[in-house]
């Protein structure tokens, strides 16, 4: 049928020597990739995913499009089958589009998990298994903290705001000042439940912004957690596939030795 | 002489004296230093991380230890393993070219020490290694409350204190003259001195010069006149009930009392060298 010509065609086309040749890629150094990928917007990754990147992109850039407006075959020996496909107004299904959208991963964010690169050559940057867990749950650098509130003001101005904001935080301050229980926690260094305080606060009359309130005990050196109370602290129990030989013999020892 | 310290909350930097693996660098968290170098190097079927299995020698050349609670030390952890990620360092530059991957990381984390959520906290910069000590650049100093170390540290095992009835003695606020309970009572290290005072009352003191601030960082015993830092024996973990509550004696190096010795046995006389 008609559609199956020019599917068959397309194929054929991806076979033959494209019209610029694909350089070398799996040759090239890889600050050279890294820089060829950012020019479309494509962050730095492992060099094989590079290359393998690179080449996908150098094939769709390279194909040819077969639409009656714009035929980019410029060479003889493709305009013959291009004027062949020409006729069919259609295009196929699997035909590359002149403006494409490339599938740019996105630059790195602090939310991934797998370790993002870092600044310094041959870095090994990475944690405990209890750190992760920290690090996915706890982290409030890492944790998504949804404002849930915010302020319904209209037209208010920088200044305006900003000493809104330092009432507020003055009234954070006068807040645990007030409740002992609170800040003898705080002098013993013992973390606080972030939304719990927020909660709190909110009880008392104080509305403020989860970051907000964040940032604000950052900067008096308080200690706070993001986890949900229910949640133990980042475990210190690690979740080992394998046990070392010794731990194993004392828990064995343990059971045998059971009153007899 | 090794120093001993109770509810240890560490973060580390070891270096990989491997020539193949030029240097590399691995940041990570710890209860037990001694015991955390021997999984490292042991590989990750002995309990070492992945990352460094495989790949050393390693050493454990640095370690910021002094953090009251696993939470604090791990976000410490994280953020100078991501400097560019965390949003308290966005004035730290990328690694440079000159710039080893050691040197880096002791920049980032003099960096890391003098701004907030770390800076009042009761840190203590440790050099395990002598041959890797680097000196601070005079830009970066770090805050005067904190002790520059040298030489080993062991975590030493918290004893277990009778659970139950909390014994309730009853002592007096030295400041306020009322009646202070257990759960809120501060007492001065030092043996001689039979200052008890409520927390908050000792806070209130202490922040006489930062009223803006709620953690207090160091002072003066309000009996014995020494110099101490605000509760660096207090140790906090959510599991936890028990915790010290004793200051503890404040080495300012302002006034030169820190002494820099390597090996030397230092401030925490608080702990009593048991063996394990």
Redesign the interface.
Known sequence: CFFFCIVSNFKKRQAQVPITPMPHYSDMDTPDLKNKLNKFGVRPLPKRQMVLKLKEIHQYTHQLIRSDSEDEAPSAGQTSQAKVSSSASCRPANCAQPTFKLPTASPSKPSRDDEPLSASQGSNTSSTAESERYKSTSNPELVQLSDGDSDSDGGVSASQSASRLQDRLQAVRAFILSDSSLYNQILQYKPLVLSQLQQQLKAAGIRLGITKLADYLDSQCITFTTAKPGQSAPGRRRVKKTKTVGEGKVRRKKVTSAPH | MVVEVESFYGVYMLY?TNPK???????????NPERRIGQHNAGR???G????SG?GPWEMVLIIHGF?????A??F??????P?????LTHVT??SRK?S?LQ??WRVVSNMLRV??????PLTARWLKQEYRMDFEPSLQPPLHMPIAFGCVRAKKTPVLPSGEEQEELSWCCLCGQIVKE??KLSCFHLSCKMNCH??CL?KRFLRSEPT????VEGQCPECHRAVLW?AS?A????ASE?W?KLLPLHHRATGQMSCRFNEEENYELTTSESE
Not at chain 2, 68 to 72: E, K, L, M, T, V
Not at chain 2, 236 to 239: G, K
């Open positions: 990989c693996f030029k240097g590399r660098i691995y940041i990570g968290f710890t209860v079927h002995r309990g991380a992945k990352r460094t790949r009251p609670s696993d939470i604090a791990l976000r952890e994280w953020a100078w393993q991501h560019h990620s965390s949003k308290r990328r690694r710039e991957s880096f990381h907030s959520p770390w800076n009042r906290l759960s809120e927390l908050s806070a601030q709620l953690l207090p509760g207090f906090t973990n959510m599991a915790t509550r």
